[in-house]
């Protein structure tokens, strides 16, 4: 069907293919990977439910499924993080997409059901944060019978909306998707964490590959990636000098060292909240003084990127300084307590940036209405870092695809050897030359010179 897509405006295509054609020559593991399978076509009869940010990086991942033989439907995972042009340019290389920059959380939900409707059904997802599997799984508990509860979110409310859309549509379709899907591989750390909570339950009923725990994911994509993507976006959002000034970035896991990174290497003086006492020491160590919120609430910029909730709360931003900045770098929007500003006076300045009176007159900068800011405000993290995730995500496509009878519906990690080949991948674009252990320096060490090289159990 030609026009089997939402996109915002379709003639954006051309900016968007020169925009790819550059990420193409930063995304070599992606790039090697329709080089080593263009032809066999390992994914070839996969359907694919991608719902991930829809980004310039996300289409060059894309036209890798596709390349290997996959048929696509896509959405974006957040409402505000599509880049229109991105999208325009894969809706016209004819692979069905919905996603829009802006869109309500009505339309999410819409567009993700779109991304469902292959004529022969989807038989794969991949998700960044859950949402696809949960609407599988949430419509098939609806149709069992059982109460979706009432809503206690604008977010649930829009999903439930949805599940009772498709419910009168296609009765039995969520039951039927559910029976299909062969399997998910999930990107982000708050999505891994709905899975293994699902399995724990008992409710997960397909295998899941969790890529985000590739050591090539989570310490590449969260640590570097957020080290560049957070302060591009909050400088697109507010031109503010960051050099002098006092930023608190709370949580300092993967993202959080990113962040804290990124706000340092800007000029920022870094606090860090944190409660896990292993990385409030990490914290100490890397220099940044450690600190409650409650008593660092006259710093000048804040920051969350716990995957947790209710961590900036409105208690806090009362005691907040005129003018400032606030923003969350987490997947989902309930770090900072948004709804609790309803009711205040919010002036837009531009898209994606509001500033919001407080009783006594002082004024917040909220960016993206607290959903992740860097790509919210900014295009996310860099094409190359994308890579290394995305050359994960295609190897647990096709391990899904592929070996799904090897798998138990459980979570699973990809192979140790497969992050090496991962990160192998990306050694010559930065020019790094990798040494060769000698047979008898890797007997010395205990490991084969071929890898991998490490123990499960190291932590790098
Ligand atoms: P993580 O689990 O490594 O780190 C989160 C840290 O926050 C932990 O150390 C935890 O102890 C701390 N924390 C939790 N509650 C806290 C509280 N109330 N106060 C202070 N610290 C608290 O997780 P990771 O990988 O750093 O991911 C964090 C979030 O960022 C997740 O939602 C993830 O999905 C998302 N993410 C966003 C990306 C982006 O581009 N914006 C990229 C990758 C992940």
Redesign the pocket.
């Known amino acids: 069907m030609a026009t089997d897509y939402t996109v915002k405006d379709i003639s954006l295509a051309d900016f968007g293919r020169k925009e790819l054609d550059i990420a193409e020559t930063e995304m070599p593991g992606l790039m090697a990977l329709r080089e080593e399978f263009g032809e066999s076509k390992p994914l070839t009869g996969a359907r694919i439910v991608g719902s991930l940010h829809m980004t310039i990086q996300t289409a060059c991942l894309i036209e890798t499924l596709v390349a290997l033989g996959a048929d696509v439907r896509w959405a974006s995972c957040n409402i505000f993080s599509t880049q229109d042009h991105a999208a325009a340019a894969i809706a016209a290389a004819g692979v069905p997409v919905f996603a829009i920059k802006g869109q309500s959380l009505e339309e999410h939900w819409d567009y993700l059901d779109k991304s469902f409707m292959f004529p022969e059904g989807a038989n794969l997802i991949l998700d960044d ?1 859950g949402d696809a599997t949960l609407y599988v799984l949430l419509g098939a508990k609806a149709e069992a019978g059982e109460d979706l509860g009432v809503p206690t979110s604008e977010e649930e409310e829009a999903i439930h909306a949805q599940i009772k859309k498709r419910m009168a549509a296609s009765p039995g379709w969520f039951t039927k998707t559910r029976a299909d899907i062969m399997g998910v591989s999930e ?7 709905r899975l293994y909570d699902l399995h724990k339950k008992g409710e997960l009923p397909f295998p899941a590959i969790n890529v ?1 725990d590739s050591v090539t994911k ?1 310490k590449f ?3 570097y ?2 080290k560049e ?2 302060v591009d976006g909050i400088r697109r959002a507010t031109d503010t000098m960051m050099a002098g000034k006092v930023a608190v970035v ?9 962040s804290a990174a990124s706000l340092s290497g800007a000029g920022a003086r870094v606090k860090v ?4 006492p ?2 409030a020491l990490q914290a100490a160590m890397d220099g940044y003084e450690v600190v409650l ?1 409650e008593e660092s609430l006259d710093a000048d910029l804040f920051i969350t ?4 909730k ?2 900036i709360r409105i208690e806090h931003m009362r005691e907040m300084k005129d003018m400032a900045i606030v923003g969350n ?4 929007d309930n ?1 900072i307590q948004v709804a609790s500003l309803k009711n205040h006076k919010w002036t837009n300045i531009k898209e994606q940036v509001d500033m919001i009176e407080m009783p006594s007159g002082n004024r917040l900068i909220l960016l993206s209405e607290g959903r ?4 919210g405000n900014a295009t ?2 860099p094409s190359f870092v994308m890579s290394a995730s995305f050359t994960n995500q295609v190897l647990a496509q096709i391990e899904l695809f592929t070996k799904g009878d090897d798998y138990q519906n459980e979570v699973y990690i990809l192979p140790k050897h497969l992050d090496e080949k991962v990160a192998a991948l990306h050694l010559a674009k930065v020019g790094a030359k990798l040494s060769k252990l000698s047979p008898e320096q890797a007997a010395y060490i205990g490991v084969s010179p071929e890898g991998p090289f490490k123990p499960e159990h190291y932590r790098y």
Not at 250 to 258: E, N, R, S
Not at 273 to 276: G, I
Not at 329 to 332: D, E, P
């Open positions: 944060g990107e982000t750390t708050t999505g891994v964490h985000n989570s994509d969260n640590k990636g957020c993507s957070l709370c949580g300092y896991g993967d993202v959080g060292k990113g909240t944190e409660a896990d292993i990385c919120l990127t716990t995957g947790n209710d961590v770098i987490g997947h989902f770090e992740l800011l860097n790509l996310g993290h």
